[in-house]
């Protein structure tokens, strides 16, 4: 009996959403894919806002459903979109996240070593397109950008994406941060094509400028909230803990797929010549940290005990935001301090005072800037095209240091 592949899922931003085609459904029904349901989209940021469950899974169904409307009304402007070349663009934003590690962004630097989630996107993409029999070919072009046709890889990756579409108003409505909504369904109406290139229509300009506004609002007030950038700084820290002991032969439990990568260090090249490490990565989600972790807090080790302990019971590091660069001298007053109210030697203080920077920029105008089209068919910059003092300010980069540290110590 042949499955019934006609399915509508009941999503909770946009309700009903169907599934297109067969092969988009099939492609959902992997392993790889269903994986992202265990990835939370936020990692941590439950932490500040406990509404933040949502997954990888939940993004990519809506990112999906957003490109298909992107597509529909593109078509309707009088644009040939093919078929072939609507069902290939839906399945690239389908997968551009299976990459991710994890707790999304916040381990990619340190489970592996070098490789980005772009790469094991692609690198999934190969395998998945191996067993459907070539069927992504044309989605593989799409996503990195060798398709003939541009203006389909900038609706998955540009400034204005899909993508970022999505993830803004899904953020927002499990956030509660009601300041960061985006009228998502505007633009899309409002995107042109104009010389093989993404264009948004002169009419749409304030609906960007809130795109653009909500964008930077959201990075600063949930994606780099200092609560959340402590939290992942500490889950780092565990993790970084934990390879070290590994490393020195110390005796560490972790699940056998988080164990591959505690154990070894992998790059891009390990991925590509190796099917366990695939596989491995592939059952590699959330869970695995958060099993482990649980164990960790009884581990003999003090570092990793402390360190797991605090994060399980959310015992968050204090954490100062700054746009100076905090001295060498304040940093050593810190570690001593929480040296000895620990008795930590000079290798473990290194785990319990942390410092850097983060940036955020709304937008950088580059190779790939958002462009307005008027009446009279002007391309230009949207920074350019509009008389709107904001959207200037917004491509400046903004950095900020921070300094964390346990607050069990009031330093």
Known sequence: MVANKNKIINDPVYGFVTIPTN????????????????????????????????TRFQHAIGAMHLMSKALS???????????????????????????????????????????????????????LNIKFDGA???????????????????????????DRLDYLQRDCFFTGVSEGAI??????????????????????IYSVENFLNSRRFMYWQVYLHKTTVSAEIMLIQIIKRAKDLIHKGESVF?????????????????????????NSFILLDDYDIWTSIKLWIDHPDKVLSILSKMILFRKIFKVILSIEEPSEETIQIYEKQVAQYYNLNDEEIKYFVLNGFITNAAYLAGNE????????????????ASDLPNIKAMSKIVKKFYLCWPRELIL
């Open 23 to 54: 092969l988009i459904f099939d492609i959902i029904e992997e392993p790889v894919f269903q994986r992202l349901r265990r990835i939370k989209q936020l990692g941590l940021t439950d932490f500040v806002y406990p509404g933040a469950l949502h």
């Open 254 to 278: 972790a699940t056998p797929s988080l164990m591959t990568f505690l154990s070894q260090d992998i790059t891009i090249d390990t991925f590509k010549n190796n099917s366990d490490i695939i």
């Open 369 to 384: 800037s958002i462009n307005v089209i008027s009446k009279k068919g002007e391309v230009s910059d949207i920074t350019l």
């Open 183 to 204: 009228g998502a369904e505007r633009i899309i109406q409002m995107l042109a094509i104009s010389n093989d290139n993404i264009v948004v229509e002169e009419k749409g």
């Open 136 to 162: 992504l070919d044309l989605a593989l072009k799409i996503f990195n950008n060798t398709y003939h046709r541009h203006f389909f890889h900038q609706l998955v990756s540009s400034q204005l994406d899909v």
């Open 73 to 127: 009304s593109l078509r309707k402007k009088g644009n040939i979109i093919s078929n072939d070349e609507m069902e290939a663009t839906q399945i690239a934003i389908l997968l551009h996240d299976i990459g991710h590690g994890p707790f999304s962004h916040t381990l990619e630097a340190s489970i592996l070593t070098g490789v980005n989630h772009e790469e094991i996107s692609l690198l999934l993409m190969k395998n």
